[in-house]
């Protein structure tokens, strides 16, 4: 595709603020030493670590990607499917705080037992036949409070008697209670940890069989907004959610420090590379670069004068031209 010299340029320009949003960060540090850390999410990095599993040829389906050619991408982001052919997701980003994988929720009794209620969502599926589905349980947590209509009943303490009625005032004297009000009562918290789901109790139970794989979900767990001040504090409940310090307060977030050559061009990363070079080299590489110029310039003022358009076969021809005059010089 043909395209001017100040098109290039300014293609060039956006390739680099490009590179400069993706990666502004300096990677010259391990931090394995810092332990577990919350990466950054102010920006969107791709994994930059190697996987050697990868194949060379990209798996993608060419006839797929023919078919959908076609399409344009709506506003309607509850389609059945999207321009990329996958359905829409049962959970966005948006609609959870914390996620927590399945290997992870069976190894905690606490997150086992809570998985798929209310606050804590699931992608599952009933039988391996139906579509998968969002399980997220009814929003009644614990045993129901008791509603208390008459405001003075609500004075009396453990161990003492309701008074009697008017109409039980008229029978015959009863015996005095003794009160005990002032007595100490050792009572412990009650567990207000809802109901577990039998369906995520049942993929649990398949993941922690291994006879076959998980057909019904993969354990993993979607925490909605606040889900740490929702705990239960029993002493049943509380204990395994101490193992898990991010379960109970906000992790630390690790930013790494900013690279002070991003955001640079190539020519001034290209001089600041030169000024770091020793004297001579520095002087041979300004004279070879004058010298590359002027052939360069040479070879580009007969398409000006012609009006004709550099293709990408004469840019190369021009540089395998400089190679073999190199190689010639050397011999």
Request: charged content about 25%; glycine content about 6%.
């Amino acid at each position: 595709m043909a395209s001017t010299l100040s098109e290039y340029l300014d293609s060039q320009d956006e390739l680099v603020k490009e590179a400069a949003l993706a990666l502004p960060h300096q990677f010259s540090q391990c931090t394995y030493s810092l332990g577990p850390l919350r990466p950054s999410s102010r920006a969107n990095t791709p994994e930059v670590q190697p996987d050697q599993k990868i194949p060379e040829k990209p798996l993608i389906d060419q006839s797929i990607e023919d078919q959908q050619s076609g399409n344009e991408i709506g506003g309607d982001a509850a389609s059945e499917t999207s321009s990329s052919g996958l359905p829409p997701p049962l959970i966005t980003g948006d609609e959870y705080e914390s996620f927590v994988c399945g290997s992870c929720t069976s190894r905690n009794p606490t997150l086992k037992r809570w998985a798929g209620t209310c606050g804590a969502m699931m992608v599952v599926r009933d039988t391996p036949s139906d579509p998968w589905r969002r399980l997220n349980g009814p929003s009644k947590v614990g045993a129901e409070l008791i509603q208390i209509d008459d405001p003075q009943s609500a004075t009396f303490v453990l161990g003492t008697k309701r008074p009697l009625s008017p109409s039980a005032g008229e029978g015959p004297e009863t015996k005095r209670v003794k009160n005990i009000s002032d007595e100490t009562i050792s009572t412990t918290p009650s567990c207000l940890a809802p109901d577990p789901v039998p369906l995520a109790q049942k993929i649990f139970a398949e993941m922690e069989s291994r006879e076959s794989a998980p057909s019904l979900g993969a354990g993993d767990v979607f925490f909605t907004l606040g889900f740490k001040e929702r705990w239960c504090q029993c002493d049943l409940c509380f204990p395994p959610l101490k193992m898990e310090p991010y379960l109970l307060h906000d992790e630390e977030t690790y930013e790494p420090p900013e690279d002070p050559d991003s955001g640079l061009s190539l020519e001034e990363l290209g001089m600041r590379a030169l000024s770091r070079l020793p004297r001579d080299k520095a002087i041979d590489g300004i004279h070879a670069f004058n010298e590359m110029r002027n052939d360069l310039v040479k070879f580009l003022r007969p398409f000006a004068q012609d009006g004709k358009v550099v293709n990408e076969t004469d840019v190369r021809d021009f540089f395998a031209s400089l190679k073999e005059a190199a190689k010639k010089g050397r011999e």
